[in-house]
């Protein structure tokens, strides 16, 4: 297998246990009388999922093809059962957890990989070609809005985007022609309008994005904490756990916006480091997508690259204030369970897809 993705993977989970231990030992101490209490739980997750991804890495990946409608359609109940009332977990306004005894889950984040294999397979197996958009393309992209709308519904527009932005990518990659893609545009734009009419808090983070000193202490108030963070961490940063704002003014620093406390601790170098460290681990999914034996493996690689770059994109213009602020995981690095197995299973298909590559 490709020995070099092993050794990224582990090290940005490594790196990532070290970040979340600094991050949240204010907020630990404070809540569980323990300041290792999340890297301590991420460690259990780490290891849980290094070893799903080393078994996987030796799981053909063309047995899959029989499970991607299982996966698929499992993951549409559990996004479903997450609306119910009195199951699903709500949380930071988000009804997209599930809890299992002292566990929770976040089914959005296996769905991920759900439309990724029923995709890639369903590209390699239709009679229609995608630049045929109502026999071709149009099938794909129902069994791609149907997630994306049930994750609407939580709302989690987040990990919506990463689901639709992977998928859409994927029909590029699989031939789609750039015509149907203008006309997706002007969709997606009137789409994007009535979910702000649907819900007004949207618009008020457009709002806090364009000026967040227009409402410090409300829609604005991430935004510049997490600035507060990256500033004055200049070039090489005030030093591992010498946070300032992990002190109760980074809402939950160890989540969605542990990168502005790497900017802040590590300075410039140490977040220029870790989207280095991304980088090559999307390189790499781009050399083994490359040399894949078949166009399901082909396929299915990308998707997956695909869906960890686009999520390290969303998070951290999210958290340097690029775009407007959505909760959005950073892949290894994030604390949460649910969003690290999947991005370790994930890497474990696309090692064993390495482990079968051709010779270009």
Not at 12 to 40: E, N, P, Q, T, Y
Not at 131 to 157: C, E, S, W, Y
Not at 178 to 195: E, K, V
């Amino acid at each position: 297998m490709d020995r070099w993705l092993v050794a990224l993977v582990c090290s940005c989970v490594a790196f990532g246990i070290v970040m979340i231990d600094s991050a949240s030992s204010v907020w630990a101490l404070d809540r569980f009388g323990d300041a290792h209490f999340f890297s301590k739980r991420q460690a259990v997750f780490a290891v849980a999922g290094i070893f799903l991804m080393l078994f996987l890495a030796n799981y053909n990946y063309w047995q899959w093809k029989k499970y991607a409608w299982f996966v698929y359609g499992g993951g549409i109940l559990l996004l479903i059962l997450v609306l119910i009332p009195g199951v699903g977990l709500v949380r930071n306004g988000s009804q997209s957890w599930l809890g299992v005894g002292p566990l929770s889950l976040q089914p959005s984040e296996f769905a991920k990989i759900g439309v990724l294999l029923l995709l890639a397979k369903n590209l390699e197996e239709s009679r229609h070609p995608v630049t045929q958009f109502r026999k071709g393309m149009a099938p794909h992209l129902l069994l791609l809005l149907l997630p994306f709308g049930i994750v609407m519904l939580q709302p989690d527009l987040g990990t919506g985007t990463v689901i639709l932005g992977t998928g859409l990518a994927l029909l590029f990659l699989a031939g789609a022609p750039y015509r149907f893609f203008a006309g997706l545009i002007f969709l997606g734009i009137a789409g994007f309008a009535a979910l702000i009419i649907s819900a007004p808090y949207r618009l008020q983070r457009i709002v806090s994005y364009l000026d967040p000193w227009e409402d410090p202490l409300g829609a604005g108030f991430q935004m510049i904490q997490s600035l507060y963070a990256i500033g004055p961490g200049a070039l090489f940063g005030f030093g591992l756990g010498e946070s300032r704002q992990k002190y109760f003014y980074l809402p939950e620093p160890q989540n969605d916006f542990i990168f502005a406390i790497v900017g802040e601790e590590l300075g410039f170098f140490g977040g220029v480091l870790l989207l280095l460290m991304f980088s090559a681990i999307v390189w790499r999914g781009i050399i083994i997508a490359l040399h894949a034996p078949d166009q399901f493996g082909q396929l299915l690689a990308g998707g997956i690259v695909l869906m960890i770059g686009i999520q390290v994109m969303i998070n951290v213009a999210v958290v340097i204030g690029l775009i407007p602020v959505t909760g959005i995981t950073l892949p290894f690095m994030s604390y949460g369970g649910s969003s690290l197995v999947l991005v370790l299973l994930s890497c474990g298909i696309l090692l064993n897809i390495s482990k079968n590559r051709k010779t270009l």
